[in-house]
């Protein structure tokens, strides 16, 4: 199974401050065949269901501000928030979406300092 | 407007069975792969299981391997997923969800539902 690790596991940010959270796959999710990697970001808040945000690690979701965007590729990804807003607080998770089991990384919880 | 609604959860004793179900409205069923995804209390995401849209390709975690069954009726637009043997550590929020594809790659989720609530215990 691909192991997906996050960091930090806690993120205190100020608000209109950057926050950055870090995503490592254990092996590549990158398809050579149409050079796309397989990683989603997510932000979950408490009693909702999760949210996606970013897809093919980088393409951003219909609707999700540009505040957020995601990069990286092979097994290393980030989701950045650029200036944070009071409503970002919640919890991040990365998902890779190429090999099954699809797996999730343990999630970074995103809180005003 | 896209829906899932998840139903069928509550309390169940340890090695007794529980048959979750998803409705979808909105959106073509028989076109889109369904997934279940779960959240124990205090812990993070753990895909669960997925199924294509014709049901040929099915896959499930290692942890509910042998014990956990998906399923899917295009014709009622509905998404099951038979949990047996059920263990304590089986408690959690259930979530259905789809996908346009479920392979080796897959695609992203795009859509859930909002949950239904598993407990097993004595």
């Known amino acids: 199974d691909i192991v997906m690790t996050q960091s930090p596991d806690s993120l205190p940010v100020s608000l209109g401050e950057r926050a950055t959270i870090n995503c490592r796959s254990s092996?590549?999710?990158?398809?050579?065949?149409?050079?796309?990697?397989?990683l989603a970001w997510y932000q979950k808040k408490p009693g909702q269901p999760p949210k996606l945000l970013i897809y093919?690690?980088?393409t951003r979701e219909s609707g999700v501000p540009d505040r957020f965007s995601g990069s990286g590729s092979g097994t290393d990804f980030t989701l950045t928030i650029s200036s944070l807003q009071a409503e970002d607080v919640a919890v991040y998770y990365c998902?890779?979406?190429?090999?099954?089991?699809?797996?999730f990384g343990q999630g970074t919880k995103v809180e005003i300092k | 407007e896209v829906r899932l609604v998840d139903s069928g959860g509550g309390l169940v004793q340890p090695g007794r069975s529980l048959r979750l179900s998803c409705a979808a409205s909105?959106?073509?069923?028989?076109?889109?792969?369904m997934h279940w995804v779960r959240q124990a209390p205090g812990k993070g995401l753990e895909w669960v299981s997925g199924?294509?849209?014709?049901?040929?390709?099915?896959g499930y975690a290692d942890s509910v391997k042998g014990r956990f069954t998906v399923s899917r009726d295009n014709a009622k637009k509905s998404l099951y997923l038979q949990m047996n043997s059920l263990r304590g550590e089986d408690t959690a929020f259930y979530y259905c969800?789809?996908?346009?594809?479920?392979?080796?790659?897959?695609?992203?989720?795009?859509?859930w539902g909002q949950g239904v609530l598993v407990t097993v215990s004595s």
């Open positions: 969800a789809r996908s346009e594809i479920f392979a080796d790659p897959a695609s992203h989720i795009d859509y």
């Open positions: 909105g959106f073509p069923f028989d076109n889109y792969a």
């Open positions: 199924i294509s849209w014709n049901s040929v390709r099915i």
């Open positions: 092996q590549s999710v990158l398809y050579s065949s149409n050079n796309k990697n397989y």
């Open positions: 093919w690690a980088s």
């Open positions: 998902q890779q979406y190429y090999i099954t089991p699809q797996t």
